[in-house]
């Protein structure tokens, strides 16, 4: 039988929307990856409490409010994983590794460069996301028109656009 942990995980982020990553001691499970600060729940301890808890303890960092992000489950060979992540909103302190761990602000397109461990690819994933998305719905295909709208939400800062185009036929769509 395989271990099974329950971790609450904080993805943080500075003013310049930088991501703090911490690398996990050599001598533990994925020793030596790097990570988004957090810890083990401790029996009848919410996620909120444990990450709050985690990151005094690690970082000397006060979360002040989080908001939920996602959950992942993940089965190592040896053990599986539900990582309760967190996006915490606002924060007091100036973290640094209380246990001697390397940690780092990251800009988030760079995540990918770091090595984490395989449950923590969803989160990396879900960190590069920007906080909202435009949703354009098309009844009909116009090439120009689409192009217009895009340069419009372009121009108001939007980088993820999500296309719905229900009565176009698939050729119509994939052009």
Same mark, same amino acid.
């Given at each position: ?77 040896? &053990?599986?994983?539900? /990582?309760?992540? =967190?996006? $915490? #909103?606002?924060? !007091? ?6 246990? +001697? ?47 217009? &709208?895009?340069?419009? /939400?372009?121009? =108001?800062? $939007? #980088?993820?656009? !999500? ?6 036929? +698939? ?5």
């Amino acid at each position: 039988m395989t271990d099974q942990l329950r971790v609450a995980v904080g993805v943080i982020r500075d003013a310049r929307n930088r991501v703090l990553i911490a690398q996990r001691p050599r001598h533990v499970h994925q020793g030596g990856l790097w990570e988004f600060p957090g810890g083990k729940l401790e029996p009848g301890e919410s996620v909120e409490a444990a990450l709050a808890r985690e990151l005094e303890e690690e970082l000397h960092l006060h979360v002040r409010r989080s908001a939920p992000l996602l959950t992942v489950r993940h089965a190592y060979p040896d &053990r599986c994983v539900e /990582l309760v992540v =967190r996006e $915490v #909103t606002e924060w !007091q302190g100036e973290p640094y590794g209380r246990e +001697e761990q390397p940690i780092r602000w990251v800009e988030p397109e760079r995540l990918p460069d770091y090595a984490f461990p395989a449950a923590n690819a969803p989160i990396v994933s879900a960190a590069r996301l920007p906080d909202a998305y435009a949703i354009l719905d098309i009844a009909a295909f116009d090439a120009d028109e689409l192009a217009r &709208r895009f340069d419009r /939400l372009a121009e =108001r800062g $939007v #980088t993820l656009l !999500q296309l719905r185009a229900k009565t176009l036929a +698939e050729s119509e769509y994939r052009r």
